[in-house]
């Protein structure tokens, strides 16, 4: 299932313009104002990279993705960690690098999901969600962790 499939499956609307003819998707779970937790595995999944290396991966993909690599939710203060969200369930069959993990898999995960204005600290948007991109596609995502990380990409194995 794509992105754009998904798109009217998960409730919301257009919410504002985001440069010329971009336009940003708000989903049900996204709040109005502030943050609030979601459970992972409902809405989305989520790929969690920590420290600086989320960072570069984001960026990446940015590039990679002509823009739109999809929502992406980072923490602004404390630990940095970088959530990618991804379709439920999906990146399930790939085995991702040490420090890489998939939120989800063996016990109950909850991530703070940011308002798409606002004041919503201590988390933020890295990149929110666009109508023709909602969610990251964990296939790219784990192709530019491995070029980032020298992983082997055809690396398939149970979900960690």
Do not use: N
């Amino acid at each position: 299932m794509t992105s754009e499939s998904a798109t009217p499956e998960l409730g919301g609307e257009p919410a504002e313009l985001d440069g010329p003819h971009e336009v940003l998707f708000l989903p049900d779970w996204v709040p109005d104002t502030g943050h609030s937790l979601a459970k992972v595995g409902v809405y989305f999944g989520v790929i969690r990279i920590p420290g600086e290396r989320g960072l570069e991966v984001a960026e990446l993909l940015d590039t990679q993705t002509t823009r739109r690599p999809g929502a992406i939710i980072h923490r602004t203060r404390g630990e940095q960690v970088v959530h990618f969200l991804t379709e439920p369930g999906a990146g399930e069959g790939l085995r991702w690098p040490p420090g890489v993990s998939r939120l989800g898999v063996s016990r109950d995960d909850y991530v703070s999901v940011p308002a798409l204005t606002g004041d919503t600290d201590p988390v933020a948007w890295w990149s929110p969600p666009r109508h023709q991109s909602v969610f990251v596609d964990p296939t790219i995502l784990h192709a530019v962790v491995c070029q980032l990380t020298h992983w082997p990409t055809a690396a398939k194995a149970v979900a960690t």
